[in-house]
């Protein structure tokens, strides 16, 4: 028997491809996105973009009682370079459907792309969370993405982006916050998407080549409730688009 999210896969896929995934050629200045609504501050006129990547991988959350506010404790994913595939930026290009599809799409059609421990769904392995480099293949009418880095928090709580196929590395603070789009994929979990946020530099001396990091089109993240939870760590599958620039 065919299940439900098989068919509402396919579906979703008919209708994202309905027309051709690459878009126009001619060249096109990359412009962040919008909520619809309260933005994020943008770069300065003088910021480079360095590269554009889609993470996948999960949020991490503790709860210290049933009836207690879930605390965020960090996040672990993997970063698929996508800057040639931003639509109109090269021959490569995907249309602008295709690219803002890819996060709702890879969330619901492959596993989270980190070392689990066999007893549970979501969370990583502590002592070797990453699993060898490898592209993202063949996911529905889409062209292969290469493997661009990883994203965690350090030993100090800092969150870093190791972008180590290109040699950039970004170790950031939060610098703002809006909320995503009412609209935005909850996640697999139901708990809605994480927020969008601009990433400026840490000034640990740590960042190569990039200093501002924005996450935007998030899908999933949200934390369950404490009372759904239970007491303890849990972690909660997303994706995301993450743009590195260099002021």
Sequence with gaps: MVSTKSLLLAAFTTIAYAAPTKGPCKSRTPTLPSTGGDDLEGPSPMARLKKIALGHGIQNYTCSAPDATPSATGALAVLYDVTTHYPGLSKAALSTNAFNSLPHLLLWDRPVPLNRPSTSSYSAD???????????????????????????????????????????????????????????????????????????????GESKGVNLVYRVLTAGGNAEGCGVAGTGVQSVPYTAYYWFYEE
């Design 126 to 204: 502590t002592s070797a969370p990453f699993p060898a480099h490898d592209d993202l293949k063949g996911l529905a009418n889409y062209p292969s993405f290469k493997y661009a880095g990883h994203h965690f928090f350090d030993s100090t709580g800092t969150p870093t982006f190791d972008l180590d196929a290109s040699g950039l590395k970004a170790s950031v603070v939060k610098g703002g916050n809006v909320s995503a789009p009412k609209d935005a994929d909850k996640g697999v979990l139901d708990t809605g998407a994480v927020a969008w946020l601009r990433l400026t530099d840490s000034k640990k």
